[in-house]
T-cell receptor, first 112, second 114 residues
Framework: QKEVEQNSGPLSVPEGAIASLNCTYS??????FFWYRQYSGKSPELIMS????GDKEDGRFTAQLNKASQYVSLLIRDSQPSDSATYLC????????????FGRGTSLIVHP | SQTIHQWPATLVQPVGSPLSLECTVE??????LYWYRQAAGRGLQLLFY??????ISSEVPQNLSASRPQDRQFILSSKKLLLSDSGFYLC?????????????FGPGTRLLVL
């Protein structure tokens, strides 16, 4: 079982819709969770972090964490073509070093 | 504010040639530094990380080495490049040393080995 799993996609949504990106992880003791956005040919950019169960909102982005079910999701409201990118989920391991484990990313395409 | 620089931005090298990629961080002290590689269509592979000057941990055996000669400088090297070394090399930094430690990435170096 991979430590951090994401559907590779592509996930295609129309402009203005809600895009829902999901991530599951295997280390039950994980404490920190991150979403990065990576445009084609560019480096990953941090867009959200979440540490507690529940929802965290930042503008059009909402991160959702459910530690009991070991999943974290990212919702993008009012999706725009500029949101088209690959979204990477990262999870910090429990104990020892806090180097995150990254999923392979989900490709999102927002079409006009 | 913190800034991370990488150079060069792109590099085309022949097989068997040496490699040196440099990463520097500004605006923070004593950062943790990381080298990742992202092959085409693949995920991020952690290559090396460093928690201080001269302290390097290697995650996977490979044709590469890393050094940290100064607090905010991290260098990735190879004596002889292989075709399989092609990829997008990313340097990242983090501070805090807790479970909330957050990584920030540099702009990356795209390496093509021919």
């Amino acid at each position: 079982q991979k430590e951090v799993e994401q559907n590779s996609g592509p996930l295609s949504v129309p402009e203005g819709a809600i895009a829902s990106l999901n991530c599951t992880y295997s280390d039950r003791g994980s404490q920190s969770f991150f979403w990065y956005r990576q445009y084609s040919g560019k480096s990953p950019e941090l867009i959200m972090s979440i540490y507690s169960n529940g929802d965290k909102e930042d503008g059009r982005f909402t991160a959702q964490l459910n530690k009991a079910s070991q999943y974290v999701s990212l919702l993008i409201r009012d999706s725009q073509p500029s949101d088209s990118a690959t979204y990477l989920c990262a999870v910090n391991k429990s104990g020892g070093s806090y180097i995150p484990t990254f999923g392979r990313g989900t490709s999102l395409i927002v079409h006009p | 504010s913190q800034t991370i620089h990488q150079w060069p931005a792109t590099l085309v090298q022949p097989v068997g040639s040496p490699l040196s990629l440099e990463c520097t961080v500004e605006g923070t002290s004593n950062p943790n530094l990381y080298w990742y590689r992202q092959a085409a269509g693949r995920g991020l592979q952690l290559l090396f990380y460093s928690v201080g000057i001269g302290q390097i941990s290697s995650e996977v055996p490979q044709n590469l080495s890393a050094s940290r000669p100064q607090d905010r400088q991290f260098i990735l090297s190879s004596k002889k490049l292989l075709l399989s070394d092609s990829g997008f090399y990313l340097c990242a930094w983090s501070v805090l040393g807790s479970s909330r430690e957050t990584q920030y990435f540099g702009p990356g170096t795209r390496l093509l080995v021919l």
